[in-house]
DNA sequence: AGCACGCCGACT
DNA sequence: GTCGGCGTGCTC
């Protein structure tokens, strides 16, 4: 029996952030992962770790605590874990107790005294054949694009590869886990698992779920083996014997954890592949600039699945439905056969203009512009309240929408179409699912609603704005919603994209997506831009704390590895770096801002006064 | 985060 | 003299 336990505090704190070795009472039962009461600090108060490791003896020199009690004998994590933690935190510059706060589940102490192992799959049950599950033979780490459209049954394909590939493991023995980025592809996943039978071999890992059930399926899955799945926090979930990992839509934004220290799925995954030795899959419709580059590196193996693709009609018409788009969605709708209109903004109009100086009107408070939301309220962008209209500068009353927005579209189709159901979709309002038969949707990228057996008319009506949006990432976020909106079309559909012309005109014939984020991936690696490299940035409370650390910075020995780059915001520092350097960056600024942040004479209680975001994509 | 220690000004 | 202000630093 070993003596001593080395315990961790789940706490963002920089001064907690280590090991405190406490002493075993005899009789204690305990593991790695048991979550134990210790006393701590001069006043000896109670405060709750977790065991991270057991040993004989410490390095301590002064007298040891002892543990108070044991608070949960079943381990709330594993050793793996803990050590992904570790280099999670290292690559954040952040620290393990913030990470570990992560990983951790709340607990509910009526769940433990419950919890029964998962039933056993036979393995004798038989497998079909999946391309996925053969190619992950043969290599660790594969980059998988499924078939694009499904073949059967309104499974998603991606979806039925996964689960093909996890019963796999699951015959063998052994746990998988997969990664979704929101609800809908959580609820995809759970069909194509209901398809083939596998419902009770699995355990959901999801935010939204009850406290309870979640913590119940947290604990599970470290005694039996099962098919893991959820959103992004599941990447950290402790899982019995992990043999593959598969992650699907790495591109999407919801992978990325919103607040400090800003990790993502991706990131997290990889290095969680190399600590358990797992295979890995990344998957996609359209890939994104960063798995591209890692199949540049070889680090993935591409694996392209066959299937039929939809076929293609390109305008380059200026307004969004043209006469001939118009009469195929009318032809389409007589037919009753379901229509899909991809509309890039949301509400009635993205701007309003005085009708008669033609000025753009702005928010009085603060100057903002002022947009009409999906209600018909006019709302200002900044400060997100609806805005009384006052009267424009000129004295005029009377405004013009400036680019209509799916709502208005809708409405127009509802006056065009009387006789047929217009559903509208966006992120604020997602309808999921729908089963009329010659319904026409309106959706904003995202939110498009699977419909049974499929759309067989798919309209991208936004193609030329959305490429041209003035950020980093545009023609990659576009091509991936294009590539997703078009996965929910039926077999014999057509897809129309409004506005395209040239080289991604011909890109897009083929819907070849990867060549044209390719193509993008070229252009920002020759320009020294991301994923080639990465951009960091660091956001400061206060003006004189924020010179102290662009003055620390330029004193670094890496000032020669570094670039700054401009930033809107007053107190963000942005910085540009090659991946190579980016461990010993983290650790840079790490001890920079702990020193600076102990030193600062501007400090508030609760606030940060420096936050890291070693991968920050909205940069520019 | 808490909590003690410590080194300066105002007070019975 | 000594009570108490909160800046600095440590907690196994």
Redesign the pocket.
Known sequence: MSKIAAVRFASP?P??DRE???LIVEGMSLEVGSLVEV???????AKSGVVVELKED?S?K????SITQVLSIHPQTSAKILELCKQVAQRQASTVGEILAAALPKRFVRVEKNISPLAKLESAVSTGVSELAEALLKAKRVHYTPQLIASSDDVPSWALDFANAAKRELQAGKSSLVVLPDYREVRHFELALEHLGLSEFSLKHVSTDNGSARYGNHLLAQISCAINYGTRTACFSAIKDLALIMLWDDGDESHIEQSSPYWNSRDVLLQRQQVEDTHLVIASHSPSAESLRLIDLNYLVALRAKGTKPLVRITDSFTRLDDETFALVSKCLSDGKPVLVQIANLGWASAIACSSCKELRKCPSCQSGIWIDPSGMYRCRNCKQSALLPLCTCGGANTRPIRIGASAIADQFRRSFPNTTILESNGDNPLLSTTASGVLVVATPGAEPDVVGGYDLIVIADAAQMIGAPRLRALEKAVGSWANAISLASKQSLVIFVGLSGVIADQIKDLDFEAIVGGDFQDRLSLGLPPSTRLASVISSNLADFNLLREGLEKSAMLDRLRFLPSADKFCLVLDYQYSDGAELANLLRSLTNLLT?QSKHKR?GERVYRINMDDSKVI
């Open positions: 704190l001064q907690l405190y070795d406490y006393p701590f600090g001069s006043g000896k108060k410490s301590h002064g007298e040891l605590g102990a209680p």
